[in-house]
């Protein structure tokens, strides 16, 4: 913006009417820069105001965020999200975030020398799945889970509170989407269990006892006799019992080899026990008392063979349903009381006296 020029006193309003005009121009210049001005001064006090207020609401927040660390450090006055924080996932509730952070720490601290793993009762999964999949596929795969024991204590031990549930099941399972190396309907084949012990002398473990996957109870013999051991007092019950629950007319079966060698039906109904040699015995079945004598109780007073009954002295058997007979010469020299015999030479039968000494006929009288 020029300066406009000065009017003259001899200057008439024809000649210098420009110059009026020029300076009314400036005015008007000056007045919309003076206008400017305002506005950006208010502009610039509105910013600074701005300004001041962003710092005063930091601090503010600044003072905010000191009063509650001040209160969670020192006072112990904790706001909602952090007292939240001061539980754990057990719900349990800690005086302070560092006691939990300090607990939290000291688990893992000690979780290689005991581990607990304890779920609640609102869980729908067991305490514990382990899924082991070391050596699929191969013939030299490792043992699933190895626990190791260098103690006198006891070794393992399940405690049940459950109520007529299962405290312990082994099972060949089917599972094809884990078993991709295996067809989809492969089903386990492994014993159920089995029972070793590490022989020195031989540098390994033995076999002594295992279930097979058919549920077979298997010795292998490495202890000698199997034996069932019943500790109970006697207490006029019996000391073992195999017992039957669907009632079968052959019962059991005791076979020596590949051979069975006795069989005990239940016949008749299942109304008579019958004691059976099976075929493959051809030498027949023996009663032997090693000592004192050998009885036979029937409940009707009698007892039924059928066939021939014979007695003898082990080498030579007699048929006892028929009368041995022979002349007084042969006479048997070994005989039991009462034992009959029909003497030819004297055409009747006699009986060996009660002293075992001698014979006597019907009527008592020594022949």
């Known amino acids: 913006m020029a300066d406009a020029p000065k009017l003259q006193g001899t200057e008439r309003l024809g000649e210098s009417y420009y110059k009026i ?93 005991r581990a607990e793993v304890i779920n609640t009762a ?48 082994l099972k060949n399972a089917n599972n094809s989407n884990r078993r991709p190396d295996k067809p989809a309907n492969f089903v386990g084949s492994g014993k159920f269990l089995a029972l070793h012990e590490h022989d020195a002398s031989a540098g390994y473990s033995k076999e002594i006892f295992y279930i097979s996957k058919i549920g077979e109870f298997i010795w292998t013999g490495v202890k000698g006799i199997a034996t069932f051991i019943q500790n109970k007092v006697d207490d006029a019950t019996f000391a073992f019992r195999l017992k039957v629950n669907n009632a079968h007319a052959y019962v059991l079966a005791l076979t020596n080899g590949t051979n069975d060698i006795l069989n005990i039906n239940n016949s008749v109904n299942k109304t008579r026990v019958d004691i059976v040699s099976p075929p493959s015995q051809t030498s027949g079945m023996m009663f032997e008392a ?41 006479r048997p020299t070994i005989a039991r009381v009462g034992q009959r015999y029909f003497d030819t030479d004297l055409n009747k039968p006699i009986y060996r006296n009660k002293n075992n000494n001698g014979w006597i006929d019907s009527n008592g009288i020594g022949v």
């Open 290 to 330: 090693k000592a004192g004598n050998m009885r036979v109780i029937p409940k009707d007073g009698f007892f039924k063979v059928i066939g021939d009954l014979r007695i003898g002295d082990g080498s030579t058997w007699k048929n006892i349903q028929y009368i041995e007979s022979g002349t007084t010469s042969q």
């Open 21 to 113: 005009n020029m300076g009314i121009d400036n005015a008007n210049e000056a007045l919309k820069k003076s206008l400017q001005s305002e506005k950006i001064s208010n502009n610039a006090i509105n910013t600074a105001n701005s300004a001041v207020n962003t710092a005063n609401t930091a601090e503010t927040k600044a003072n905010s965020v000191q009063e509650q660390f001040d209160q969670i450090v020192i006072e112990g006055s904790i706001d909602p999200e952090t007292k939240q924080a001061r539980v754990d996932s057990e719900g349990k509730t800690f005086p302070t975030l560092k006691a939990r952070i300090d607990d939290g720490q000291k688990k893992l601290d000690t979780f290689k020398k």
């Open 122 to 169: 609102t869980d729908t999964k067991g305490a514990l799945d382990v899924a082991n999949f070391a050596g699929q596929g191969n013939t030299n795969a490792p043992i699933g889970f190895v626990y190791h024991h260098y103690t006198e204590g006891g070794v393992y031990q399940i405690d049940n509170v459950g109520e007529a549930n299962t405290i312990l099941t």
